[in-house]
């Protein structure tokens, strides 16, 4: 289990413990504590319903193709963006920070 600080769109924030042994990713794990990530697509970089800003300096994984496509789509993008889905629970997430975008139209 890693611990990771989900902050919402009302700037609460959420402990979230999830497990690193189920190959589940951060948008499902924000999903399964009900915090307002849609995940459209299911979990397949094709919509950014998960958009997070990343607010910790965890070694995350690189981004891949798909999701630097989307992101280039999305609303609201900064330097810090990456799609929920695309960060598989792993060890290196302990203590990882993220912030929900905001939602475009």
């Known amino acids: 289990m890693v611990k990771i600080t989900v902050i919402d769109r009302e700037d609460k924030e959420h402990i979230l ?36 800003y990343v607010q910790s300096d965890n070694e995350l994984p690189e981004m891949k193709d798909e999701e630097e496509d989307m992101l280039d789509q999305a609303f609201f993008v900064e330097d ?14 302990e203590g990882l920070k993220v912030k929900l975008a905001p939602v475009g139209d």
């Open 17 to 52: 413990e999830a497990p690193t042994d189920m190959n589940m990713n951060l948008m499902e794990i924000c999903k399964s504590y009900e915090l307002p990530v849609e995940g459209t697509c299911g979990g397949m970089a094709l919509c950014s319903t998960c958009h997070v």
């Open 80 to 93: 810090n963006s990456r799609l929920g889905c695309q960060l598989r629970i792993t060890d290196e997430l």
